[in-house]
């Protein structure tokens, strides 16, 4: 059920990126900048791993036998909320995209990912190491792309680990940091 959450939202945002007349049936008279689906690909990066997490995820758990399915009891549990913050995400990226709420939807997915993928490898153990190793790598990338072109349209600034003070977490560096607007204007 989870997987096919993930594939509703994305085909949506699919179909009404490439067609004016999805946008026209829900009555939206705002379209995407130019700039808007820069951001766009890899905020879909980011809900196509969501996706491919959760359906390796769902094949590696059918394929166990009845000794290891006491041990995996815990993983639907872990997916709950992904659909949700897909959705969030998701419902982000619709115009008027506002750069700000789409990259605080899109950390959300990134963290409970992040979460996953670590609670994942505790359960199952060294065998699945080469895939979860993978999907991580794959929400690191489209973070990195995200925070880059956050970068590039000044509404994040590149923080190395020095600037980050003691006790606090990065999160709170990159709250101090906000305060630009998608135009690049401080608030």
């Not at 490439?18 to 008279?29: L, R």
């Not at 990134?110 to 895939?131: A, C, F, N, S």
């Not at 991580?136 to 792309?145: G, L, P, S």
Request: hydrophobic fraction near 35%; charge should be negative; aromatic fraction near 6%.
């Amino acid at each position: 059920a989870h997987a096919n959450i993930i594939k509703d939202a994305l085909r949506e945002l699919e179909e009404a990126k490439n067609s004016d007349s999805f946008m026209e049936d829900f009555e939206c008279e705002e379209n995407w900048s130019d700039s808007d689906f820069i951001i766009m690909s890899p905020l879909l990066g980011m809900i196509k791993t969501s996706g491919a997490l959760t359906k390796k995820t769902m094949d590696t758990v059918k394929k166990c036998d009845q000794l290891d399915k006491l041990r995996i009891d815990a993983i639907p549990n872990l997916f709950a909320k992904i659909p949700e913050l897909v959705d969030d995400l998701a419902l982000s990226l619709y115009p008027p995209l506002d750069w700000n709420v789409s990259k605080t939807e899109a950390w959300k997915l990134k963290d409970r990912m992040e979460e996953v993928i670590t609670q994942l490898g505790e359960i199952l153990g060294p065998d699945h190491k080469t895939w979860l190793d993978f999907m991580e790598k794959a929400v690191k990338h489209n973070t990195a792309t995200v925070q880059g072109i956050l970068i590039q349209h000044g509404m994040a600034q590149l923080q190395l680990g020095e600037e980050k003070e003691k006790g606090e977490t990065v999160k709170e560096v990159e709250e101090k940091g906000e305060g630009a607007t998608k135009n690049g204007v401080s608030s």
